[in-house]
């Protein structure tokens, strides 16, 4: 049974940091998309950042330069750095996992960003 656990969300000020990480478990973790969506208050789930199998990543205009997407494919883990975090990135953040018709989602950690 595969399961996706997010961690690391929480409340911080603007300007702060945070890093999320997503844990797998029960999947060849190493051949999957590793994406992380967040859905804002009122907001439809939008996609923040991905990584490739290969490495290649790809980042939302909005978080270039602030937010860095990184695995690790021997503790099968997948993490989201956040850094110059903006009220606006205030979200529950999900990670997600893609190979072809497989499509896994984690359960979202929430992250505020308010002083």
């Known amino acids: 049974q595969v399961q996706l656990v997010e961690s690391g969300g929480g409340l911080v000020q603007p300007g702060g940091s945070l890093r999320l990480s997503c844990a797998a478990s029960g999947m060849f973790f190493r051949l999957y998309v590793l994406n992380w969506y967040r859905q804002g208050p009122g907001r439809e789930r939008e996609l923040v950042t991905a990584i490739s199998s290969s490495g290649y990543t790809h980042y939302a205009d909005s978080v270039k330069g602030r937010f860095t997407i990184s695995r690790d494919n021997a503790k099968n883990t997948v993490y989201l750095q956040m850094n110059s975090l903006k009220p606006e990135d205030t979200a529950v953040y999900y990670c997600?996992?893609?190979?072809?018709?497989?499509?896994?989602w984690g359960q979202g950690t929430r992250v505020t960003v308010s002083s």
């Open positions: 997600n996992a893609q190979k072809g018709p497989n499509d896994y």
